[in-house]
């Protein structure tokens, strides 16, 4: 897979259509989630994460791209939904300069306002305060509901870099 | 900002500063009966502020200039020995200054002072007037000071007609003028405001035409005559922040007959049309101009003010004319005068070899210069990787060995180059930590002496920068709680007056800061029970005494009786501790009961390169600053052994204390037949690292992890390996004292 | 003819600007109006661009007046008293 680039100052590409805004699409413990399109810095193929130490699990480390030093965040662990298995598929998603490690890159796609429900109703998987809609959403022929994530609180800089506690 | 309006801030700070200092040599005179003889800090107060008056008025900042105004007008009488200059006055200017400050401030970021500093403003103009002579009717005075620069001259004109003079003034630019952004019309503006410029004519006949103009040449020039109550000087001012790229000429017109001057300036000016429009103008009388052989027999002091001022040419009054013409000549030799004083103290003519450079272009070099090292380091591996591969073309491979191991060598020379560049001495810094002294020890009734040493001390900008605020609390601290009042000194037999000192030096690889008081000293006992009062400390710990008075970094341990405002509740100190630690420095505490105490502060050189030492310590490579490390020993199996459960091994015949980095690190047991045990020192610590294996030397960048592990003790950031693995940096400061 | 400026008129566009009237100079009929309704700031450069686009009307017998010309920027060409040069008619209160 090459590196792919979302340009956020790219006019033509994020422009909002009057139906909606351009999310991102992607697979983490086997289900779809969506980010805001303007929100992605890039994507990129899994690589090599040096291991940091002292730090929460779903932190695993440090990686380097292009020469500056990211934290790396397993979308998977922090949703406590368990550990994302690296695969072929296995890519890195940046955001606020951090890595996401997710399971598999789906596209990069408008949702219609219409399709955006506020997300009280729903069971979850993973916590509330991740959320900010659930989106409906058709992949495969299989039409959905998906969760549009909250990265500010998932990214949440002042519970990342909590020490874990050495019991 | 407006680039302008910076370099007009920076001018403006070191005139303060100047102005500070100067306040404060006069503040350390004792007797206050001498004041009034100290002559060179009264004039470098009233240069200073006379510099900041012009300056503002150049950009039409009018509070400025009355504010300024005002405080000239009261050192002038000083200077002129019309009044004697008081304890008090000196107290009137520092708060003075800080206004300044604050005009400057909100004037240069465009802001509008909020009430209470205008009301404030307005105070202390009275104040200021109020120390003026002839100052009786109270009233008439403060209805005056609330006036603005405008209402002033307004007043002036009506009451005093005959003192207006009128003035001939011809500007032409150097071509460099446009470049410096300086607005002509406000420069039009301001002489409007000192008096009427009845007439502008613009010359026009030096513009060429537009297929030949260079936009960027100024060819445009002025004539005005200008009618108000100033001096030559007062309108030379006004020019002062653009003097080297005007050519300007100041004529007085007078009732008499005498025009020599106007001749002088068209033979200066070299001009055809000059004449002409002049009297087209209805500046002169067509009969006051004579031709041109008749202007060379008159051998005449020039009137305009030439760029590099030579003394020796200025005073060339032949003595006849002397006699003769005294009022005019009076002037002339006055303003000369004055200009040749102005000359050696105009702040802004720096010496020739010096460069005023924006940082952010320093910095993005440094950034390409850690791009270049990496890069070498890439090259660098890929050499070594070739030789382990015994590969045939030996002859190149040894010549790209030599030439890659030639870069790094040049490339440190450069690193190091730049990295200079950013290194500031801390006396100037230091410097502006004086008023901070004077001021608190006055306000709290102490009395003490301010020692800076091994201010040449370099150290890197933002270092400077971000040291100063805990410096400044500290030194507040020594001053609050640690120099005792007068009485209680003298009663301890120690002299009346106290004594601070902060110096600077380097130490091996690190530069040390102190504070050093004589004072009462920290009290252990109080510290720690107020330590284990606040659960921060367990009864029964066994400290050391350095390990409690550390304890004074704990956030809510003011063991001080009652709270000044000066040094607080006990929150600063932690955040003083925080911010030294976070440019990777450590402290330490000596103290004496009603000796004293002194803080010292350790600070590593550099930012962003170091030479490290690569190690292997379980998963992860880690790099220990080769600066820090003494020596490395292989432990052999025998020696691991003897060594099981103790945190320490037998240095030839000395104790070392041993840290095992992979547990700290919660790293995996390797199952390294290795081990290896580092040994680092931090000053005069040391401590033994135990790591799975040594993998050399390696000259790194330094290079933040990021705010998700800025909570990390004992990392103080990462490296980018030439293979692209990233390797972690031990801080060896935070180890050590973790191990303690 | 009429030429309408587009930008301002400062020592920032002066260079440009002076290539242009070069050559609208060239190719320009008798009477030459220049719009300055889009021009926000002005400065000595400018003034002495526009001073010097006059010059060479003049000399080579052709006319030029400039119109739309904001308050700011009658201001700052009275300032300098320069708008009698440019035959910018004003209020006589001003």
């Known amino acids: ?167 | ?740 | 003819m009429n030429l309408t400026v587009e930008h301002d008129i400062t020592i920032y566009e002066a260079e440009a600007l002076q290539t242009l009237f070069s050559e609208f100079l060239l190719k320009a009929d008798d009477v030459i109006t220049l719009d300055m309704s889009n021009v926000e700031k002005i400065d000595m450069v400018g003034i002495q661009l526009l001073l010097s686009l006059t010059i060479s009307v003049k000399n080579s017998n052709k006319k030029i007046q400039f119109i739309n010309i904001s308050e700011e920027i009658l201001h700052e060409i009275k300032t300098s008293n320069t708008h009698i040069s440019l035959a910018i008619e004003t209020n006589a209160n001003d």
């Open chain 1, 1 to 167: 897979m090459e590196n792919v680039n979302i340009d956020n100052h790219d006019e033509t590409l994020l422009e909002e259509s009057s139906a909606g805004k351009q999310y991102f699409f992607f697979k983490a413990g086997g289900d779809i989630y969506a980010i805001e399109a303007q929100y992605v810095n890039e994507m990129l193929e899994y690589q090599h994460i040096t291991k940091v130490p002292m730090m929460p699990n779903y932190i695993k480390g440090v990686t380097n791209i292009r020469g500056d030093i990211l934290a790396v965040v397993d979308l998977l662990e922090r949703f406590e939904l368990g550990t994302t298995e690296i695969s072929k598929k296995t890519a890195l998603v940046i955001v606020n300069d951090i890595a996401l490690i997710i399971d598999e890159v789906y596209e990069v796609n408008i949702i219609a306002d219409e399709d955006i429900k506020a997300s009280l109703d729903f069971g979850f998987k993973i916590k509330q305060r991740f959320i900010t809609n659930m989106a409906r959403y058709t992949s495969r022929d299989v039409e959905e509901y998906i969760a549009i994530l909250n990265c500010e609180e998932i990214l949440n800089i002042k519970e990342l870099s909590q020490i874990k506690d050495l019991s």
């Open chain 2, 1 to 740: 900002m407006d680039e302008v309006l910076e370099i007009f801030l920076e001018d403006c700070n070191d005139q303060l500063q100047l102005l500070e200092d100067a306040l404060i040599t006069m503040q350390n005179i004792d007797d206050p009966s001498k004041l009034s003889d100290d002559k060179e800090s009264i004039n470098t107060i009233f240069r200073a502020m006379h510099t900041i008056k012009g300056s503002a008025g150049m950009f039409g900042f009018f509070d400025i200039v009355t504010f300024a105004h005002a405080a000239e007008d009261l050192l002038d009488a000083a200077r002129e020995d019309t009044i004697t200059v008081s304890p008090d006055m000196l107290d009137l200017f520092l708060v003075s200054k800080d206004h300044l400050e604050k005009l400057i401030e909100a004037e240069t970021n465009e802001q509008k002072l909020d009430d209470e500093n205008v009301n404030i403003g307005i105070e202390l103009l009275k104040k200021l007037h109020s120390f003026m002579p002839g100052h009786e009717d109270s009233k008439e005075e403060e209805s005056k000071q609330e006036e603005t620069v405008e209402k002033i001259n307004e007043e002036k004109k009506k009451e005093r007609v005959e003192d207006i003079l009128k003035w001939h003034i011809s500007i032409r630019f150097e071509k460099d003028f446009f470049t410096t952004g300086m607005s002509i019309n406000s420069i039009f503006n301001f002489l409007n405001k000192m008096g009427t410029i009845t007439t502008n004519t613009p010359i026009l006949y030096n513009i060429p035409s537009i297929e030949n103009l260079n936009p960027l040449t100024p060819y445009i020039g002025f004539e005005l005559i200008l009618e108000a109550d100033v001096s030559k000087d007062e309108i030379e001012d006004v020019f002062e922040f653009v003097y080297d790229d005007v050519n300007l000429s100041i004529l007085l017109f007078e009732d008499s007959d005498n025009f020599e001057d106007i001749n002088t300036l068209i033979e200066i000016r070299q001009e055809e049309k000059l004449k002409q429009t002049l009297i087209d103008a209805n500046f002169y009388p067509a009969q006051v101009f004579i031709s041109t052989t008749q202007s060379e027999k008159n051998q005449k002091t020039v009137v305009t003010i030439p760029k590099d001022i030579e003394p020796e040419k200025e005073i060339n009054i032949p003595q006849e004319q002397v006699q003769q013409k005294e009022p005019q000549e009076t002037i002339q030799k006055e303003s000369v005068k004055e200009s040749q004083s102005e000359v050696p103290t105009t702040a802004k003519k720096k010496p020739a070899s010096m460069l005023r450079v924006d940082s952010s272009k320093i910095d993005l070099l440094i950034n390409y210069m850690s791009e270049i090292v990496i890069e070498n380091s890439k090259i660098l591996s890929l050499v070594e990787e070739n030789a382990n591969h015994g590969d045939t073309i030996n002859n190149n491979n040894s010549d790209l060995e030599e030439s890659a191991q030639k870069m790094r060598e040049l490339l440190e020379f450069v690193r190091d180059g730049i990295m200079d560049i950013r290194m500031i001495q801390v006396g100037d810094s230091f410097n502006k930590f004086r008023r901070i002294v004077n001021d608190t020890s006055k306000k709290i009734g102490k009395d003490v002496e301010f020692v800076i040493s091994g201010g040449d001390t370099e150290l890197d900008k933002t270092v400077v920068e971000r040291i100063s605020d805990p410096l400044v609390h500290m030194l507040r601290n020594s001053i609050d709680h640690g120099v005792e009042i007068p009485q209680d000194r003298i009663a301890k037999g120690k002299p009346a007056k106290g004594r601070v000192d902060l110096r600077a030096y380097p130490d091996s690889g690190t530069i040390v800061i102190e504070i050093q008081d004589d004072g009462k000293g920290l009290d252990k006992e109080r510290i720690l029970a107020k330590a284990i009062e606040n659960g921060q400390v367990q009864v029964g710990a066994n400290l050391s005494d350095s390990q409690i008075y550390k304890l004074i970094f704990e956030a809510g341990l003011s063991t001080a009786e009652k709270v000044s405002d000066i040094s607080g509740r006990g929150v600063g100190m932690d955040v003083v501790r925080r911010n030294i630690e976070d440019l990777r420095g450590t402290i330490d505490i000596e103290s004496e009961i009603d000796v004293g105490s002194k803080i010292a502060i350790r600070l590593p050189l550099t930012l962003a390169v170091i030479d490290g030492f690569l190690v292997q310590v379980g998963e992860t490579k880690y790099i220990i600053p080769l600066d820090s490390i003494q020596e490395c020993i292989e432990l052999t199996k025998k020696e691991q052994n003897s060594m099981k459960g103790n945190n320490f091994i037998n240095l030839r015949g000395d104790m070392l204390p041993i840290m095992d980095v992979r547990k700290l690190l919660q790293e995996q047991q390797s199952n390294s037949q290795r081990e290896n045990i580092v040994i680092v020192h931090f000053g005069e610590k040391m401590v033994g690292l135990l790591v799975d294996e040594l993998l050399g030397e390696h000259q790194t960048v330094i290079k933040p992890l990021g705010p998700v592990f800025e909570n990390i003790d004992g990392i103080s950031g990462g490296s980018i390996l030439g293979s692209g693995e990233i390797a972690l940096i031990f801080d060896i400061a935070r180890l050590i004292e973790k191990s303690i």
